[in-house]
C-alpha cells in the first residue's frame, strides 16, 4: 500500500520503524561514499531515502534524476532531515528511467532561468517545485470562482469557441478551415453569455479559453488565455458588479490563502486580505488619468493620457498608499474606449470598469446594451452595420433584462497573486507568435 | 428589494397579502376580459400574476410574450394557481420589450418539434423550461465531477486548444491559420494530461473543448463538444480506471438527483440509484462481440463483427437485465482498434475499456505506455515514425509513471442522464458540418 511523502513524518513519529511502500521521482542524488541520500518527489511533496547500497535502475546503472522509483522501507525519526523524517530504503525499483542528459535540471533554483528555458522545457521545468506550485494555485482560483458564483445561484455555462465573427469587430481573429469555409475561434463568449443571461438562467458563468491573433508579445498578453467569465441580469449600473468582484476575489483570496499556503510560501507571496477589498477604491476614468499624470509627472516621467499599463501600475501604487489596498476599480470609462454593447451613462461615459491588482488590469467589465433601440442608434458611432449583427439584433429584440459582466484573466490574476513578472509563465503551454510547442 | 417566484409561496403562506416585487420574462397571458393573468418567468421558475387591467409596455402597447417586465404586487395564497400562491399585481413595468412575432413559441410543448427547430431558434429554444432543465442538469454534472476529482487528490489543468498535430494520428482536425503558419485544434488534451501526471501532479482533469472534423453528422456526435478528462499515474491497469469511474459516477448521478430533481421530472428521467453502479459489469471485448452477436441473431438481427452503436445498445440492454446495471465496462480492446499509445496486455489485447451508458458509449479510456522502450517498439505498427513523435519521446524519456485515464463526453454523458435522442439537444450551441450560428 503506497503513502505519500507527506505521511512519512507522521508515520515514523507515531510508529517509528513501521514499514512504508512510497513512488516518485528521483528529485535529488547525494553520493556519500558508503551511503547514498536520494530525494524522493511525489504530488505530496519530498522526503529522503537513505540508501546503504548505491541505487540502480532494471539494467544495473546506476539511477538517474527524474527516474520513477518505487521504494520500500522503514519510516525513521530524523531530526537532520527535511521534516524530520527519512525512509531507510531497502529495495528500489525503477519503473521508468529518465534519460541522464535531461536539457533543464529540474531541482535547479529558477530564480536564476530565464524564461525562454522555463517554457523551451515546460514537461520538465512544471515538474520543479515552485513553478508546480504557480498551477497548484491556478487550480485553486478556478474552484473558488466557481464555488463563489454558484454560492450565489450562478449556473456554468459551456459555449462554442467556433463563432462565424467576432463580437469586438472584426480584427485579431484566428480563422479555422471549418469544412468548406472560414470561421473564427472566440475572442470571448461575450454574446453566448448574454444570450444565457436572457435566456431566464440570469446568472451565468464560464471557464473557457479565449483567443486573440495580437501579433504583440509582451509580459502581459497571451494568444490563448483562460477567461473566467461572468454575466448576470437584472442590474442598475457597473457597480453591482464591482461589489460582485469584490466579493469574489475576498473568496478566491481566502480559498489561496488557506489551501495553497505552501506555494505562496514558496513564491515568498501573500494574498490580499479579504478586509482589504472592501477599501478597494472606485475611481472615475478621468480622475483616473489625472492621478496617474500627477503621479508620473511627479516621478519625472511624461504625461499620461489614458490608463496604459503605465497608468496601471500608478493607480495600484496610489490605492495601496491611499488606501491599503492591492486593487482599485477604474469605472466611467469614455465610450470610444469601449464596445459598442457597453451601455452609456451619459453622452461620452460607460457604465463600465476595470479592475486593477498589483499594478495590472486583470478584468474588463460593464453594463451592456438590453434594449434594441439603444442599440441600433448606437452602431453606426462604432461604424458597425445592422444587417451585420444579425445575432445581437434577435436577442435584443427578444426580451432581454438590463445586464452586465465581466470577465477576469486566469492567468493575469494567478501571475499577480504570485508576483510572477509575464503573464505567460502561469500558463502551462502559453501560446505566443513564436511558441506552439509543446 | 426583488424576491424569486420560488418565493412567492411561502411569502402567501407566512404573511398573506405581503407587499413583493418581481423581474423577468412574460411566460403566459391569458385574457379573461376583466382580468388578465401573466405567468411571469424567472430563474427560479414561474408564477401567476392576476392583473385587474390590461398590462401594456412603456409605449402604451399590450404587452408582449417574453418581454421583461418588473411587477409590484400582493402576495396571495391560491389554491388554484400554480404552486399554490399568486401575485394580485399593482403596477407592472416593461423593462425590455419583445417583438410580437417571436420565430419560436418558448412556452409551447417543445416535444413537438423537430431539433431542427429548436437549434435554428437556440436564443429561445432555451428559455423553454424543459430544454433550459438540461442545461442545469449539466452544470450539476460538470460541478459533481470536479468535486469528486478533489476529493480523490486530482488537481485541474487547463491545456492548449492549439496544438501543432494531433496524438490519435493527423486526421480528422480543424487547421487554424496561425499567424504565418497552419496548426490545429485539439481532439483531445492526450498528450498534455499524461504530461502534467508525469509532472509530479499525478492525478489531473481536465474539462475543455474538444474538437473532431468528422465529416458525419448522427445523433452520437459533435464537432466541438465538452471533455471531461481525467488522467492519474501509479495505476496497474485499466481496472483501476474503471473503479474510478464507477466512484464518478455514481457521485454525479446522487449530485443530480439532489440538485436537479425538478429537472429530471421534466423530461420524466431518474439517474441510476449509486448502488448499481457497483454491480455494473466488465466484460472483455472477445466476449462482448459475441454477446451483441448472439442476442442481434436472437432479435432476427445480422451478425455483429465490433463493437459498434447497435452492439452499445444490446450490450446496456443485457447489463440492465442480467446486473440491473444501467453501466456496462468493456476492456480488453484489440490493439488495432486503440490509439498507438495504449498499453498491450498482450501480443494482441490492450489495458483498455468503454464505459457504455444507457446505450451509448459515454467514455474510452485506457492505461498509456509510459516506458520509451515499449513506445518505439509500438510506433511501426502504427505507421508512426519516431521522428514525428518528438514531445512524446521527449515525455517518455524523462521518467514517466505507469499511468492511465480516459475521458467522458459531458454532452453524451447529459444526454443520456435524460433520454435525449440527439446529443445535439445536450450542446448550448452545437457545432457540425452545417451549423455554425447562433
Known sequence: MRVLARDIAEIAGSDPGAGVELSGWVHRIRD???????VLRDRSGVVQLVCNEKPVDASGAALTLESVITVKGKAAPNAKAPGGAEVQAESIECLSRAAPDLPFQVNGDV????????????LLSVRNPKIRAIFKVQAVVIEAFSSYLRSKDFTEIKTSKLVSGGTEGGTELFEVDYFDRKICLAQSPQFYKEAMVASGME?????????????????RHLNEYVSLDVEMGFIESEKDLIELERGLLAHIFEETARKNAADLALWNAAVPAPETLEEAPVIGYEDAVKLASDMSAKAGGGRIFEINPEAERFLCEWSAAAHGSDLVFVNEFPRRHRPFYTFPSDANRTMSFDALFRGLEITTGGRRLHRYDTFVEALPRFGLKLENMQNYANLLQSGCPPHG????????LTARILGLANVKEASLFPRDRRRVEP
Chains 1, 2 share one sequence.
Do not use: Q
Request: proline residues 5%; contains cysteine.
Open 111 to 122: 530564480s536564476r532561468m530565464g524564461i525562454e528555458t522555463i517554457l523551451d522545457n515546460r
Open 405 to 412: 459582466g465581466f470577465a477576469i484573466g486566469c492567468e493575469r
Open 203 to 219: 446568472r451565468v458563468f464560464e471557464i473557457a479559453p479565449a483567443y486573440r491573433a495580437e501579433k504583440h508579445d509582451t509580459p
Open 32 to 38: 556519500m561514499g558508503g551511503i547514498t541520500f536520494v
